[in-house]
């Protein structure tokens, strides 16, 4: 085995172990647990505020969300292509997929408010890189990437757990809006 592959090899395990630790710490524990809440920055944020990785209102960072489904992956969007939807404003890189967004808003924005979906799996609300994506049942869910760690990765490694848990996780914040 290589060294590239060793090193890969240890992260993949070190990995699994730890999702399998989280997983194994009861379902009381987990409701008495704060939820760790940071930006990429590693700035608090409120987990209660579902436009708290927004940053000055431009959803997504200021890419175009038809692009991640259409073009090949996610690419910036222009002002001169704006558009307001619940509270944001979106950015698009051409008229076409600003008129896309408009015609079918649902389909385009990202699950979970556009928070990182492996963090929110794992008990954490994050704010995701937002080149770090997935299509995934017809949905954009959007991942971190903190050190050597790629949120997408570790989401593939079991996608019907991780979803389960952070739709559960989603919920609970829902309720406490």
């Given amino acids: 085995m290589s060294p590239s592959e060793t090193i890969i090899a240890f992260l993949a395990t070190s990995l699994a172990v730890m999702a399998a630790v989280i997983a ?10 704060p939820v760790m809440v940071k930006s990429q920055s590693g700035v608090a944020l409120d987990e209660h505020d579902p ?17 991640y489904r259409e073009d090949g992956g996610p690419v910036r969007g222009d002002e001169q292509h704006a558009a307001e939807h619940a509270g944001l404003t979106y950015l698009f890189a051409n008229a076409d997929n600003r008129g896309a967004f408009l015609a079918d808003p649902d389909r385009y924005l990202p699950a979970y408010s556009g928070f990182c979906a492996i963090t929110l799996a ?10 770090n994506f997935k299509i995934e049942n017809d949905e954009l869910l959007l991942f971190e990437v903190t050190g050597f760690t790629n949120g997408r990765t570790l989401w593939n490694s ?20």
């Fill in 24 to 33: 194994a710490v009861p379902a009381a524990a987990q409701d008495e647990a």
């Fill in 51 to 67: 436009n708290m990785c927004h940053e000055d209102g431009i959803g997504v960072g200021g890419y175009d969300l038809v692009s």
């Fill in 122 to 131: 794992l008990g954490r609300v994050t704010c995701p890189e937002y080149t």
């Fill in 158 to 177: 079991d996608t019907a757990g991780y979803r389960q848990q952070a739709d559960d996780n989603f919920k609970l914040i829902l309720e406490t809006e």
